[in-house]
C-alpha cells in the first residue's frame, strides 16, 4: 500500500562513493516506475524511469535496477557529488496515469 | 522551454477562507496531476484531468476540494473552508498527450499554510 512516514530512512555517503538506494513497491501489476530527486523547497525532479519489461537502465551517473520477483527497486548514484544530496522517491504507476509514491530516502553527502 | 508553472508559491490562509491554486502545465502537455505533499511524506495523489474532463479523483477528500482544467487557462484546486489539516505542499504534474504512460513533471508547488 502506500507509504506513510514521519522520519524519513537516511543514507550518508562520502564524497565521491557510489551510492545505492532501495525501494520496495507493492503492486506487483505496476508496468512502469520512475525515481525522483526533491531538492529541499522544490518539486520532484525526474532522474530516471524504467518498464518492467526490463530490468536495468542506465542513464548518465545513474543505474536503475528492476526485480519484479521481489518487487524492489533500486538506484545506483555513482560518483556521488554534493549536488546530490536531496530526498529521494521511487514512484509506481498504478494504471490511468496515477503515480504511487515510496516513503523516500534522505541522502546526505559527506566531505 | 517553460516547465509546470505553479502559482502562488506560498499561500496563507485562516480557517475557514478559500484557497485557489494554479497549474500550466508544460507546453504541449494535456494531462495534469494533482499531488499532496505532508512534511517527510511521499506525495500522495489526488486528482488526475484533461482538458475539462476529471479522468481520475479517487485520492480527492469527498467535501471541499475540487479540481478543474478548462479549455483555456491553467489547472484550479480548489479548498473551500480551508482547515489546519489542510497545510501542506500541493504539486501539480503535467504530462503529454498519449495512450502510453508517460513521465510526469513536477512544478515547484504551492506551499498552503492555514492559520
Known amino acids: 500500500g502506500e507509504s506513510v512516514g514521519l522520519h524519513l530512512p537516511t543514507l550518508s555517503v562520502q564524497e565521491g562513493d557510489n551510492s545505492i538506494i532501495n525501494c520496495a513497491y507493492s503492486?506487483?501489476?505496476?508496468?512502469?516506475f520512475i525515481w525522483y530527486k526533491q531538492e529541499s523547497g522544490k518539486g520532484p525532479q525526474f532522474i530516471i524511469d524504467?518498464?518492467?519489461?526490463?530490468d536495468k537502465r542506465q542513464g548518465q551517473r545513474v543505474t536503475v535496477l528492476l526485480n519484479k520477483t521481489v518487487k524492489h527497486l533500486s538506484l545506483q548514484i555513482a560518483a556521488t557529488q554534493p549536488g546530490d544530496s536531496a530526498v529521494y522517491f521511487c514512484?509506481?504507476?498504478?494504471?490511468?496515469?496515477?503515480?504511487?509514491f515510496g516513503q523516500g530516502t534522505r541522502l546526505t553527502i559527506n566531505p | 522551454n517553460a516547465g509546470v508553472m505553479q502559482n502562488p508559491r506560498h499561500l496563507v490562509r485562516r480557517r475557514g477562507q478559500e484557497a485557489r491554486l494554479r497549474c500550466s502545465p508544460m507546453?504541449?502537455?494535456?494531462?495534469v496531476y494533482w499531488y499532496r505533499q505532508l512534511p517527510e511524506e511521499g506525495l500522495k495523489f489526488m486528482v488526475y484531468?484533461?482538458?475539462?474532463?476529471?479522468?481520475?479523483e479517487s485520492g480527492m477528500p469527498k467535501e471541499r476540494f475540487s479540481a478543474e482544467f478548462p479549455k483555456e487557462g491553467p489547472s484550479i484546486l480548489r479548498i473551500q473552508q480551508v482547515v489546519r489539516g489542510d497545510s501542506a505542499a500541493y504539486f501539480c504534474?503535467?504530462?503529454?498527450?498519449?495512450?502510453?504512460?508517460?513521465?510526469?513533471?513536477f512544478g515547484p508547488g504551492t506551499r498552503l499554510l492555514v492559520l
Open positions: 524504467i518498464r518492467s519489461n526490463m
Open positions: 507546453k504541449g502537455h494535456s494531462h
Open positions: 504534474a503535467s504530462s503529454p498527450p498519449g495512450a502510453s504512460k508517460e513521465t510526469q513533471y
Open positions: 503492486n506487483s501489476a505496476s508496468d512502469y
Open positions: 484531468l484533461q482538458k475539462e474532463n476529471i479522468i481520475d
Open positions: 514512484a509506481e504507476n498504478w494504471g490511468a496515469q496515477k503515480l504511487v
